[in-house]
């Protein structure tokens, strides 16, 4: 009897040359993207996704041309940082053509695609148990848009990811090895522990890890002009053994940005922040630079 | 997955594929040899697999991606709006290549502007999960700007429009 691969082809399902072909058109896709930058953690609510929308503001006033890819899908927050959640992607002559934020990063999320308030819905033929290949179909979902969009030339695709440590280094190999990983931590115990479970669910992969961000490190007060401590116990996070691209202060007046879908670069003097998110950026740049 | 025909020791080759009840694929194969047909019907769990690679099972399956993770509110309403419920699609659809019924994005909706086969055809080109919004923002602009039928013009009005 004839042993699988001894047998050409599929008989017809064409379901390997499907997932081929998908993999092709996201690879042409990307062909265009100099370097792919995961921002992930693990934890969540460290900011990651502010981050994300604001660093691409400052990449964009180094220069830089910009697109974000927000990957998750379950809780998309790119559309309305980068103020595009009233704009639907449209079809164009060379593809799917996404957002654009008002300081011209290319957004492509979810949240352009649902009303407020809105989930997905994932139906399943067997209910009760949605849960079982939800992970799948959500990158199966994603390399569908992948395949689709044309970003065009880009110096920097920024992919907010979802938290979760095995999360993020699921998306990591979901983008491939040539796709570099930025984590963001927080100055407190508990998030660092689980950043550090990130860096090891990422080891076993080939992707680039670049190091972290320590973000509410410090609080900038606008009053005084000083940045004072914000967890109790602040300390270095030399031991998640990662280079640290820059330490950004809280600021309420960075919150009340992102909410209104506006970016740092739009204010003249945005203080300690601004001058954060720009050492991040330029490390970030020197990071890509230092490569042979 | 393959399968053998074990008297002939020939590969089989899919015939046919069909929904043979709710939560259940029936792919049909034959033997080119002998002749002998066989179908493997799924269960539910089986099906959610297929579905969650984003593949068609069969011929003809270009660009075909299953459909979930559909904006479930919008979605439903744009597909009413179509002439077109998500009830009464049949729900393997987009799984069966060479049999699906024709898109909802491919129905001009009852009380929208006419589409040109050019402009359909690109909207029919981006992802489904992103057709309704697509759909709803081009035929906002071609009422904004007066204009019945869709066309390349106004697929580029819109691009315009929304700062593309």
């Not at chain 2, 589409?115 to 359909?120: C, E, P, R, V």
């Amino acid at each position: 009897m004839k042993a699988y691969s001894q047998i050409e082809g599929d008989g017809g399902s064409g379901v390997a040359e499907q997932i081929a072909d998908l993999e092709s058109a996201i690879a042409r896709r990307l062909a265009g993207v100099r370097h792919i930058v995961a921002i992930g953690s693990g934890k969540g609510g460290v900011g990651k996704s502010t981050l994300t929308r604001q660093l691409g503001a400052v990449l964009v006033a180094e220069g830089k041309r910009v697109g974000i890819l927000d990957a998750d899908m379950n809780g998309p927050s790119q559309a309305q940082l980068g103020g595009v959640r009233d704009v639907p992607p449209l079809p164009g002559e060379e593809g799917l053509l996404v957002p654009v934020s008002r300081d011209g990063i290319k957004i492509l999320s979810v949240g352009s695609l649902l009303a407020e308030g809105e989930a997905l819905a994932w139906p399943s033929a067997s209910p009760r148990h949605t849960h079982v290949w939800r992970a799948t179909r959500e990158l199966s979902k994603l390399a569908e848009l992948l395949s689709a969009v044309h970003w065009g030339p880009l110096d920097f695709l920024l992919v907010d990811l979802p938290p979760g440590p095995e999360r993020t280094a699921q998306f990591a190999d979901f983008l491939g090895p040539e796709a570099a990983v930025l984590l963001v931590s927080i100055p407190s115990a508990l998030a660092r522990g689980v950043v550090a479970r990130s860096v090891s669910a990422l080891a076993p992969l080939p992707n680039r890890l670049l190091g972290h961000v320590e973000n509410m490190s410090g609080y900038a007060c606008a009053g005084c002009g000083t940045v004072r401590p914000l967890f109790p116990e602040s300390r270095d996070a030399s031991d998640l053994a990662l280079p640290c691209l820059g330490r950004i202060p809280f600021d309420p007046q960075l919150a009340a940005l992102s909410d209104e879908g506006r970016a740092i670069t739009e204010i003249p003097d945005a203080g300690p922040v601004a001058a954060a998110l720009a050492e991040v950026a330029r490390n970030l740049i020197a990071s890509f630079e230092e490569l042979p | 997955m393959k399968f053998l025909c074990v008297p002939c020791d020939t590969p089989m080759r899919m015939r046919a594929t069909q929904e043979s009840e709710p939560g259940s694929l029936a792919v049909v194969y034959s033997c080119p040899a002998c002749g002998y047909e066989m179908a493997m019907l799924t269960n539910q769990h089986e099906t959610d697999m297929v579905r969650s690679l984003g593949v068609r099972i069969g011929p003809a399956a270009a660009a075909a991606i299953a459909n979930p993770g559909m904006p479930s509110g919008m979605m439903a309403s744009f597909a009413a709006g179509a002439g077109e419920t998500p009830a009464g699609k049949c729900p393997f659809a987009a799984m069966l290549g060479g049999s699906t019924q024709p898109e909802a994005a491919a129905a001009a909706t009852p009380s929208g502007p006419a589409w040109t086969a050019g402009a359909l055809e690109r909207l029919e080109a981006i992802p489904e999960m992103v057709r309704p919004m697509a759909r709803a923002g081009i035929e906002m602009v071609a009422r904004e700007n007066g204009q019945a039928l869709i066309d390349e013009e106004v697929l580029a009005a819109a691009r315009s429009r929304f700062g593309m």
